[in-house]
């Protein structure tokens, strides 16, 4: 049986949880702006969308004999580190003003999500209630 708040609330049931990934992310790259050696990290939100909606696998390795070990136990396939395009001399690649930017998108695209989810269970209720 489908899952029918899901099926209600569209996509930004599925996309929220990952847009706090992201942003958890993005914030700790930026609290390792400074870590010697530390590589930024991002998540590819689009391949990790697709997969939570089930539309295609997109780099989940599958087991295709008994032979081949199973992929999993917490790991984030989705999860790349990001090559700086200037990393500094100590190997941190993490670049505090392109990080910024990019919170403040992710901030700006949870928010928008929270406010659609928001609206739609507003209007759930006031079918459910009559006002």
């Known amino acids: 049986?489908?899952?029918?708040?899901?099926d209600y609330?569209?996509?930004?049931?599925q996309a929220m949880p990952l847009r706090e990934q992201r942003m958890k992310l993005i914030a700790s790259n930026l609290g390792n702006a400074d870590t010697p050696g530390y590589k930024a990290q991002d998540l590819?939100?689009?391949?990790?969308?697709?997969?939570a909606q089930g539309l295609d696998g997109n780099g989940l390795m599958k087991a295709t004999s008994e032979q081949h070990y199973l992929v999993g136990g917490g790991l984030n396939p989705f999860q790349i580190t990001k090559e700086g395009l200037q990393p500094s001399?100590?190997?941190n690649t993490v670049d505090p003003d392109a990080e910024r930017a990019a919170y403040g998108r992710a901030a700006l695209e949870y928010r928008a999500s929270l406010s659609f989810v928001e609206s739609k269970v507003r209007s759930?209720?006031?079918?459910i209630t009559g006002q």
């Open 124 to 127: 759930m209720l006031t079918a």
């Open 89 to 91: 001399i100590d190997g």
């Open 1 to 6: 049986m489908p899952n029918l708040i899901s």
């Open 44 to 51: 590819d939100f689009d391949a990790a969308l697709r997969n």
């Open 9 to 13: 609330l569209g996509v930004h049931a």
